[in-house]
């Protein structure tokens, strides 16, 4: 059965910190994709990152960098010197199956606190 | 700007009533939207998938008559919480994907409607 396990609930990190926030995965398909979302505490969901199985590259965006290891069925994301902006719940989910497949399976979420 | 818009964002209700919840795909056609529920400081758990033009696909465990779901066109999705008790107050968000997206383009998410339910 699939899953997504994000053992840390809550991180608290002081501004210009780096953090990394794990995310864990499991499924017995082949081909599938990981998701990273944001949710800040306005309540949308907006997209940060898609990445299919079969591309293991690690990914860096500004401030934020992936790295997806399929060795390990982990997919951390890490934020480099964090901002008070950065704070927010952020939820790894997973869906399997083809391209069209969106049933997200999420995580429960790791909520992010930068202070100042 | 946003391409899925959820209607409304907030909405307080006494016990016993009904509430309908849009959601809308701007700028594009979605033949399969998603709604998701949210506990308070929890995760989101799919409910159901809304097809255009049949009925919709329940998640283990949801109450097809309690949450109805009418997907009656291309850029309308509608969730409806029948009679709804104060254990239905929740965060509901509908999600849906242009149909022509490119690889890597993401699934847009709607900005969620707070149900209160009095």
């Known amino acids: 059965a699939q899953k997504v396990t994000q053992a840390q609930t809550e991180i608290s990190v002081v501004e210009k910190e780096d953090v990394t926030l794990d995310c864990v995965y499991e499924?017995?398909?082949?081909?599938?994709?990981l998701f990273w979302y944001k949710q800040p505490p306005s309540g949308e969901l907006v997209f940060l990152i898609r990445r299919n199985s079969f591309d293991e590259q690690n990914e860096i965006s500004g401030r934020y960098s992936w790295n997806f290891q399929k060795s390990t069925s982990s997919f951390n994301f890490t934020i480099t010197a964090s901002q008070v902006v950065d704070s927010a719940v952020y939820f790894c989910a997973l869906s399997e199956g083809d391209y069209n497949t969106d049933k997200l399976i999420f995580g429960t979420g790791t909520r992010l606190q930068v202070f100042p | 700007g946003a391409v899925v818009s959820q209607h409304p964002s907030r909405v307080i209700c006494k016990s016993g009533t009904s509430v309908k919840i849009e959601c809308r795909s701007l700028d594009f056609q979605a033949t399969t939207m998603f709604w998701y529920r949210q506990f308070p400081k929890q995760s989101l758990m799919l409910m159901a998938t809304?097809?255009?033009?049949?009925?919709?696909?329940?998640e283990q465990g949801v109450e097809k008559d309690k949450f109805l779901i009418n997907h009656a066109s291309l850029t309308l999705s509608t969730l409806t919480v029948t009679s709804a008790h104060p254990e239905d107050s929740s965060f509901y968000i509908c999600s849906a994907r242009e149909p022509t997206a490119i690889y890597n383009s993401p699934l847009h998410f709607g900005n969620g409607t707070r149900l209160t339910v009095t």
């Open positions: 499924t017995r398909d082949t081909t599938y994709y």
């Open positions: 809304s097809n255009e033009g049949s009925k919709a696909t329940y």
